[in-house]
Structures are given as C-alpha cells and as structure tokens.
C-alpha cells in the first residue's frame, strides 16, 4: 500500500480545472449522467461548440440548472434530489426507462467520483464497508454506461493512494473504468495498466509512479 | 352501472391491507412519494409489513412515520440512507429491521419484470460485487451477468397528479420515478391523486398508467410537501 506522508503531498489541479479537462472531452451529441458533488461542476465547463444533453437516472434527460429559489417544484428534481429545472427538448420517463438508459447501454459518458480506483479498471465508490449500506444507482451507471470517467483526487487526504492494484473496499463494479481524471494526470485503463494521456505539470512521471500502484506508463 | 373505482375515505382504500404484507411505495426522495396514503396506512395499523421502495424515508412523515411506528419488519430498497432518515437508522441500528440493498436499476427492472410476468432476467450490474454473492451466474458473448428475480407486492401505494373514475393516471414530472412500474407489479394498486377528472378530460394519448393496472382512487387535493413539513418539524401521527 502507497503510503505518503501527508507533508509531502503535492498539490495538483484544483477540482474546476480536472472539470474543465472532462468537459473537454465530452464530445458534441453526447448524452451524460454526472454523479452526484464534484462531477457535477463538468457542466459549467461545457464550450460553445458543443451541446450536451444530461441525464439524471431519477428519469429526466433533458436536465437543466438549479433553479432560481421562486421557481422550485419539489416534482422536479435530480438524483441527488435537489431541486433542478428541464430544458427545451427535454424528456420526462419511469425508472425502467431511466435505467434502461444506462443498462442497454445508451448513456455515452457518465462521470463519477471513487474511493479506489485498481489497474484493472475495477471501482469502489459506494460502501466503506461500515454503516448503513446504500447503493443507489452507482453498480448500474458503471456497468451500462459505454464510457465510465472517474473524477477524483489521486491521494486521500491522510496521503494513501486511490489508484491501486486491488481494491480493498466493496467493489461497484469489475473491470468498468475507462479513464481517471485525477489531480495529477489523466489516465486511460488499459490491459497494461495506466496510460498517462496527461500530465501536471508539477509531478514528474517519477512522482506519478510513487503515487501509484499498477503499472503507471506514458 | 358505471365503473368507478374512486373512494371518498381511507379507510376504504385501505380496507384489504392485511398484516405481514408487501406493499410496494412510489416515490423517489418526496417527489411522488403518497405520503397521505402511508398516514392512513399508520391510522390502519397494520403491522409486520416488507416495504418495497428506493428509499427507507425521512424525517417523521410518510414512509419515515410507518417505520417509525414500528409496522415495518423489511425494507427492499436501493438506498435506505437520507439526511433526516432517523427512523430507519435508529431500528437498523437496534438490529429492529431488516435491509436488503438493491442496485436502483435492478430495484426498477425487478418491479417491471413482475408487472410484465417475467419471472427473471440477467443483468450485469452488481456482477463482481458484494450484491452479487450467491446468485445464479451466466456468461453471454463471453461476458459475465446473474439472475436477479421478479419482485412481487401485495399492494402499492401510488400518487398521481391526475386519474379518472377507471384509474388512467398522469403525473408529474420526475414524480412519476418508480409508480407506473410499481402500479403494473402489485396485485392492489392504490392510488392518491391530485385531482380526479371526467374520463374525456384525460388524454387518452398522454395517459401513463391505463386503468386496468389500478383497483382504488382517492382524490388528495393539497398533499403534503416533504421537504416543507420536515422544515416545519411535522412529524405523525
């Protein structure tokens, strides 16, 4: 297990700069499901030269901003179940078809934040082990969606690697990941391991392999 | 002699609920939750009940009241924790109620499948987890699922925003969430509804739940808003 002391952690790019880098790599057309916090900062990021049409698995597509306090219906909200508006085209569907959304493999891209993240592309964001255990609609999200983007810092704040080489928490699912967005670098999963696409520029590659279990390559 | 399946008491909507039920709960968070329907269900008194819904309440008003009333054994729900979902976590603490987690999509095709008499289906959510464990595994075009089965209810509780005398619902937006599937899956469905029109005032091409998925309505004009009774402390009974 990678452990750093926590003095020696290097600061990498703040959460709207990793959202910015996501918005970026969503393309034109695409219909996305953001999980619930951090991923959902992706959507102020989104250029004019793309339309993206956003999912929330509650059964709304179509899904627009916050609204303004005077506006809020209780009857329309997202799944982190907040208030939240539609936008012109917008569609309204029961669970199934919500998640038929996911499981047949419709949504492009959903986003989503993680506690451990392995070489093999398995993920764990949904169970410390401890507590109420509750699921929602992660284990759906990470099996249907054609691309899963893990938006997370690489290091906890005690300084112990998320990226690992076995998942030590309750898995949300085996083998999903395709790519992780991190402060430090943005990297594909690959059968080999992590393939660095990006790279702060403050972390040496040296770094980025000491922070990582797996093998980590450019 | 017309059908109508409109009541104008609780009680007689609820007439046949029988204790050690299962009752199936519309709703996601509070929008399409049939919160007057779960206080008439606490003034019936039933007990010993299996709650199946996405969520396991909040604070001390609808499904948050039942179990606080303690007329729960089990709940069958995707995610079972809520910011003021006292209730739930206190009897689940105590080791007082049972908990079976399932992934909000299985939770969804689960009730579907037993609406359309589909006993089973393969899925590949939760395959390599821990929800996972001890159920059947098949491998298609080289990939792995497992057999999630059909969930049944005795009755479900449902809100709509509209029905008519033969039950042909509309809702409300994101209210609609878990109710059209849970109509369809529950052998009682019991329906609170906003307002009850004429037949020719609902559209027959904008209708969400044909009636022949409903058995009782009962108009509910002004239903309570969760979010705003917690607020205001309500708690009930």
Redesign the interface.
Known sequence: MININSNNILKGWDRNTIAEKIANDLPHGAYVNLGIGMPELVSQYIKDDREIIYH?????LGMGPSPNENEI?????NAG?KPVT?LPGGS?????D??SM??GGHIDYCVLGAMEISVKG?LANW?TGKG?????????LV??AKNVFVMTQHLTKEGKSKLVKECSL??????VVSRVYSDYAVMQITDIGFKVLQLNTNITLDYLKSVTEGNVYQ | MQINKVKEKMTDLLSDVFDGATIMVGGFGEAGSPIELLHGLIDHGAKNLTIIANNAGNGNVGLGALIGQKQVKKVICSFPRSPKGITFADQYNKGEIELEVVPQGTLAERIRAAGAGIPGFYTATAVGTPLAEGKEEKIFNGKKYILEEALHADFALIKAEVSDRYGNLVYNKTARNFNPIMSMAAKNTLVQAKEIVQPNFTNPEHVITPGIFVQKIIEVKEPIIETIAIEEGLTYP
Request: charged share 20%; hydrophobic share 40%; aromatic share 8%.
């Open positions: 929330s698995e509650n059964g709304l219906d209780y009857d329309l909200i179940k539609i309204f569907c029961h669970h199934a919500s998640f996911i499981r398995d169970s109420i255990p509750a699921v929602g609609g992660a284990m759906d099996a249907g309750p898995l949300t699912g085996a083998n």
